[in-house]
């Protein structure tokens, strides 16, 4: 992610509504599956909002590649935060019983080592919970701005588990509900893009009036009481929930 971009990201991760929305589904999903996990691993911690949402279950401990984004964190008052990053982590065999990835594996160019390496350190019958953006068709901006290197289909983040002590339980998009207007706006930008090219790249994070923001969040974090017990066969991000062998 660009530098100046953390700053944007401190400033609105508590409060945008896909942001918070998300938390509010994840938050969901580790009811479900990981209650009382012991120890958690927030690999990929960004500024630390959702470091906050984990330390309801159990401690957490947050890990960056990038100093700035601890930096963030350790002004939020997290101190259990550290500079490391994938595919090699400061941590013991089976350490954690929750290891979490959130839109993080679609930043490097060796997705397959990052999830054997986020296995490693969750513990025999601990879960690893992972979302990825979806459909590149989708590339935008956006991506090029955080510097993905891919989005996603359930299928390919479901090959990164077919070796290894892994089982997925759980593989699903969401943030379908919005999903009509946001593909409308990313196809609209990529034909603006092409008729008249960027000067610089753009995130797609930017403060929304008060109204829409509480309005898009209800919507957004609505979908958490049917992703409980129901896969989406469409969305924009993906979510994957896997339980160590």
């Known amino acids: 992610m660009r530098d100046e971009a953390y700053d944007t990201f401190y400033q609105l991760d508590m409060t945008h509504w896909f942001p918070s929305g998300r938390r509010r589904i994840l938050e969901s999903l580790i009811q479900v599956y990981a209650p009382q996990p012991g120890q958690i691993a927030d690999i990929g911690c960004g500024t630390g909002a959702n470091l906050e949402m984990l330390a309801k279950f159990a401690p957490t401990v947050g890990i960056d590649f ?3 984004a601890i930096a963030y964190c350790r002004m939020r008052g997290l101190s259990r935060t ?16 929750l ?14 080592s990052a999830v054997s390496e986020l296995l490693r350190i969750c513990r025999p019958g601990g879960i690893l919970l992972i979302t990825v953006p979806a459909y590149n068709w ?5 991506d090029e701005a955080n510097y993905h290197k891919r989005r996603y ?8 588990f077919t070796t290894g002590p892994a089982e997925v339980i759980r593989l699903s998009h ?26 610089e790249v753009k995130l797609d994070l930017a403060e929304t009036p008060a109204f829409f ?3 898009l969040l209800a919507l957004f974090s609505a979908e958490r009481h049917v992703l409980r017990h129901f896969n989406f066969p469409a969305g924009i991000s993906v979510v994957c929930v896997v339980r160590k062998r």
């Open 213 to 215: 923001n509480r309005l």
């Open 82 to 97: 550290a500079v490391a990053g994938l595919p090699r982590l400061p941590f013991r065999d089976g350490a954690f019983g």
């Open 153 to 160: 289909v359930r299928d390919m983040l479901r090959r990164l």
């Open 138 to 142: 989708l590339w935008s901006q956006h």
């Open 174 to 199: 969401f943030n379908l509900l919005l999903a009509p207007p946001i593909v409308l706006v990313r196809l609209l930008g990529k034909l603006k893009d092409k008729l008249f090219p960027p000067r």
């Open 99 to 112: 290891v979490c990835a959130f839109d993080v594996i679609e930043h490097l160019d060796d997705d397959q």
């Open 66 to 68: 990038f100093p700035q």
